[in-house]
Nanobody, 120 residues
Framework: EVKVVESGGGLVEPGGSLRLSCAAS????????MSWVRQAPGKGLEWVSA????????SYADSVKGRFTISRDNAKNTVYLQMNSLQREDAAVYYCNALLTSNMGVQNYWGQGTQVTVSS
């Protein structure tokens, strides 16, 4: 069974930093694009960032560009989201998505989410 698990969320003051992690585990053959999306209270899903399989190509939503950095460790099937200069508007549940190949074929997998709260 493939699992995708996020961690690293928490409470941070405006201007602070957090580092989110997302690890995929199970009978995985290859992990392709990994992404982060978020959902603030009362709002829809917002795409945040993505990174390709090799890690050489990254993309960001305009709202986080210059403040967030996505990276990955393929040996650990893990993607990270370094979030700096956090703003109140960044408060949300952050979800990780992994497109990967397992014994079940090629599928998208989602984590359960990790809460980020930005408050003084």
């Amino acid at each position: 069974e493939v699992k995708v698990v996020e961690s690293g969320g928490g409470l941070v003051e405006p201007g602070g930093s957090l580092r989110l992690s997302c690890a995929a585990s199970g009978r995985i053959f290859s992990v392709y694009t990994m992404s982060w999306v978020r959902q603030a209270p009362g709002k829809g899903l917002e795409w945040v960032s993505a990174i390709n399989s090799g890690g050489g190509s990254t993309s960001y939503a305009d709202s986080v560009k210059g403040r967030f950095t996505i990276s990955r460790d393929n040996a650990k099937n893990t993607v990270y989201l370094q979030m700096n200069s956090l703003q109140r508007e960044d408060a949300a549940v952050y979800y990780c998505n992994a497109l990967l190949t397992s014994n079940m074929g090629v599928q998208n997998y989602w984590g359960q989410g990790t809460q980020v709260t930005v408050s003084s």
